[in-house]
Nanobody, 126 residues
Framework: QVQVVESGGGLVQTGGSLRLSCAAS????????VGWFRQAPGKEREFVVA????????YYSDSVKGRFTISRDNVNNTVYLQMNSLKPEDTAVYYC???????????????????WGQGTQVTVSS
């Protein structure tokens, strides 16, 4: 069992930065792949970025590549999402999720992720 809690969201102007954190409990987190997803009002949840168990593999959506960076600290059971050059279209609720079954990979498939947090709101003003 893994529990994840997101934090770090907020209101920022276009071009600004935020760092989201995903703090986890559970002994399998350090061997899990972790993904960040987001959902804007009226839209489906979409993949943002994922990282494998040791940070050696990452996979970014085209919409955030070059602007967002994912990293993880398995000692402290935390995954970070550094978001730079934010745009209004990045506005969404951001969710962290863990996939304990495919820790070697970093995938975009939502159904692979078993454990989800409650989300943190990110709002980018124009």
């Amino acid at each position: 069992q893994v529990q994840v809690v997101e934090s770090g969201g907020g209101l920022v102007q276009t071009g600004g930065s935020l760092r989201l954190s995903c703090a986890a409990s559970g002994r399998t987190f350090s061997s899990s792949a972790v993904g960040w997803f987001r959902q804007a009002p009226g839209k489906e949840r979409e993949f943002v970025v994922a990282v494998n168990w040791n940070g050696g593999k990452t996979y970014y959506s085209d919409s955030v590549k070059g602007r967002f960076t994912i990293s993880r600290d398995n000692v402290n059971n935390t995954v970070y999402l550094q978001m730079n050059s934010l745009k209004p279209e990045d506005t969404a609720v951001y969710y962290c999720a863990a996939d304990p079954n495919r820790g070697l990979t970093a995938t975009s498939r939502i159904s692979n992720y078993d454990y989800w947090g409650q989300g943190t709101q990110v709002t980018v003003s124009s």
